[in-house]
């Protein structure tokens, strides 16, 4: 019961958090995306390595887009963009931004990076 709860409540944030670009597009019922131009690329790139129910979490400007993604091609071995870096960040920039955030809805606006706690050093085995 919990985790039907945990997955309508993604569900809800995700289509909450669009309200103003799903105002001129639908949203997809399976992964949650505004049907906005741009949005299979990012349905494709993303949702092959996670859910795209994490995408309106991590909000930000093309700048901080193209650092989260380039921290995953880094770290978590994520393929290169490519030719669809532009089309990938247009679409993220466009519809998952800060000001599209509804203060109404939300009660703060996601932490700084700096504000975030430290992640867990990784212990060698002995």
């Given at each position: ?70 921290w995953?091609?880094d ?47 990784k212990?060698?085995?002995?």
């Open positions: 019961m919990k985790k039907h709860l945990h997955i309508l409540a993604l569900l809800l944030t995700t289509s909450t958090f669009g309200v103003i670009a799903t105002e001129q597009y639908p949203i997809d019922k399976t992964t949650g995306l505004i049907m906005a131009p741009g949005w299979e690329i990012v349905k494709n790139q993303c949702n092959a390595c996670h859910t795209s129910l994490i995408i309106p979490q991590n909000v930000g400007d093309r700048k901080i887009w193209r650092e989260t993604i380039q995953m091609i770290t978590q071995g994520l393929w290169d963009l490519n030719e669809t870096w532009d089309p990938v960040l247009d679409y993220l920039e466009t519809y998952y931004n800060e000001s599209g955030i509804d203060m109404k809805i939300f009660r703060r606006k996601p932490l700084n990076a700096a504000q975030m706690p430290p992640l867990p050093e212990k060698e085995p002995q």
